[in-house]
């Protein structure tokens, strides 16, 4: 692997207190791999995850994210770079209850002084493309667990992220649309060449990625 083919490499420590929840743990994801983390609940994938992403911050150690350090960024670069290059997806959706499909998609182009019709066009393609187009105006309550998540693929897709991070994503879902959204998840790899990291507790899941990483007790044992 040449290092020029890194997206993201990192080695760190992060601790909760005096508690050390990932224990020098290094790893690198290459542009256009599909990475799944596993392991048991509580090992630490959520927060390896958090700091990667430049959610949070490691306690030692360094991130580098499209070849940028993240690690000495302030609070506010920290909030641009997740906005410029990063997506997100989450299990339980973390869509916004008094906005609609399209203006939750769209969220993330507000900031760039974007009109408002070129954001709206923008949400509509990536909802089109979900398959949800139908459902652009209602409100996430009034929409299912997996419509909701094709949702919240639109929102991680609309800035053109260079890696989208997500977390359990079909563990609130029944297996039929979990694994509907795994495709979906899949499709944004295979042809689209998305980068991506999933965590995920579903062995056949982490195994459609390219590379499956195990987690244990805040060490990646494979
Ligand atoms: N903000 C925090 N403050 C203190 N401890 C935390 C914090 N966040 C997580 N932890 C602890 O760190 C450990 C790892 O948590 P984490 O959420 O990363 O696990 P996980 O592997 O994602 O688990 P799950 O599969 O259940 O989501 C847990 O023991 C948790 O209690
Ligand atoms: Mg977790």
Redesign the pocket.
């Known amino acids: 692997m040449s290092k020029a083919d890194i997206l993201m490499g990192a080695r760190l420590t992060k601790k909760?207190g005096n508690?050390a929840?990932v224990k020098n743990v290094s790893m690198n994801v290459k542009e256009g791999e599909f990475v799944s983390l596993v392991?048991k609940?509580?090992?630490?994938?959520?927060?390896?995850l958090s700091v990667l992403s430049g959610l949070e911050r490691p306690t030692e150690g360094q991130v580098i994210l499209n070849g940028k350090e993240i690690t000495g960024a302030s609070e506010e670069e920290l909030a641009l770079f997740r906005r410029a290059h990063v997506g997100f997806i989450f299990q339980s959706f973390n869509l916004i209850p008094t906005l609609t499909a399209w203006e939750n998609v769209a969220l993330p182009l507000f900031p760039m002084k974007m009109p408002q019709e070129q954001r709206r066009g923008r949400a509509m393609e990536l909802l089109n493309q979900m398959e949800i187009g139908h459902r652009t105006e209602h409100l996430p309550a009034a929409l299912s667990g997996g419509e909701k998540q094709r949702v919240a693929i639109a929102r991680a897709l609309a800035n053109h992220p260079k890696i989208v991070f997500a977390d359990?994503p079909t563990g609130n879902l029944d297996s039929a649309t979990g694994d509907a959204i795994m495709v979906i998840l899949n499709n944004l790899h295979k042809k689209q060449g998305m980068t991506m990291l999933m965590?995920t507790?579903e062995p056949e899941l982490a195994a459609t990625a390219d590379r499956v990483i195990r987690?244990q007790d805040g060490e990646v044992i494979a």
């Open positions: 909760y508690l929840v392991g609940s509580g090992c630490g994938k959520t927060t390896l359990e965590v507790h987690m």
